[in-house]
């Protein structure tokens, strides 16, 4: 079953902004972790965070994971007409070998 | 994408007919994942193999589709008697050892299967 759902679906941004995603799942996992994917491209891995991690960044990533609340929020800052891509978040749950994604919020930076 | 290699990249099929979608994992890894994503969605779990054996195949449609990772050569997903639904891409991801927890799998760029 579907376990991360991505929201907004659809954002768009200027170039310089800020972009906030976010993600909720439902049962206890190991890890999240994020990934990006340019149209017709296959997925490139951003940044994993583990269960007992709270905030993690990475370059001009930010994520962040509350799991009493099971949910997570991807901050892309001062974002750029290349970050234009797909963003999903993927959910590893203990004893399952398999990540589970959501729908993808399809980012947009307008030059 | 550090060296997944699917082929072919797009494939068309008629209806009916098979599709066969390879993949070669990261050199040195023994594990492989395939997925599919249907247009405008995430993608979904199909099956999990290591060399011969198949770990996790709880996302395999129960019939036409079948899956392989065989101790030479790459791994195949074999779609036999295509429908319309059947268009999607088909993403591989490979990792070193097993179980994910953590550890980084690797995808690569996908077949687009188009059944027309």
């Known amino acids: 079953s579907q376990q991360g759902e991505e929201d907004p679906q659809a954002l768009s941004i200027q170039e310089g902004e800020n972009a906030t995603m976010n993600c909720s799942y439902k049962?206890?996992?190991?890890?999240l972790q994020w990934y990006r994917q340019n149209s017709g491209r296959g997925l490139v891995h951003l940044i994993l965070i583990r269960s007992n991690e709270r905030e993690k960044h990475s370059g001009r990533l930010r994520v962040t994971l509350d799991t009493s609340k099971k949910s997570s929020s991807l901050l892309i800052t001062a974002s750029r007409a290349a970050d234009t891509a797909s963003y999903f978040c993927?959910?590893?749950?203990?004893?399952?070998?398999?990540?589970?994604f959501g729908k993808g919020t399809k980012l947009t930076v307008n030059p | 994408n550090a060296g997944v290699m699917q082929n072919p990249r797009h494939l068309v099929r008629r209806r009916g007919q098979e599709a066969r979608l390879r993949c070669s994992p990261v050199?040195?890894?023994?594990?492989v994942y395939w997925y599919r994503q249907l247009p405008e969605e995430g993608l979904k779990f199909m099956v999990y193999?290591?060399?011969?054996?198949?770990?996790?195949e709880s996302g395999m449609p129960k019939e036409r589709f079948s899956a392989e990772f065989p101790k030479e050569g790459p791994s195949i997903l074999r779609i036999q008697q295509v429908v319309r639904g059947d268009s999607a891409a088909y993403f591989c991801?490979?990792?070193?050892?097993?179980?994910?927890?953590?550890?980084?799998?690797?995808f690569g760029e996908g077949s687009w299967l188009t059944v027309v």
């Open positions: 050199k040195g890894h023994s594990h």
């Open positions: 049962t206890s996992i190991n890890n």
């Open positions: 193999l290591q060399k011969e054996n198949i770990i996790d």
């Open positions: 993927a959910t590893e749950q203990g004893g399952s070998e398999k990540l589970v």
């Open positions: 991801a490979s990792s070193p050892r097993q179980g994910i927890s953590g550890n980084t799998i690797y």
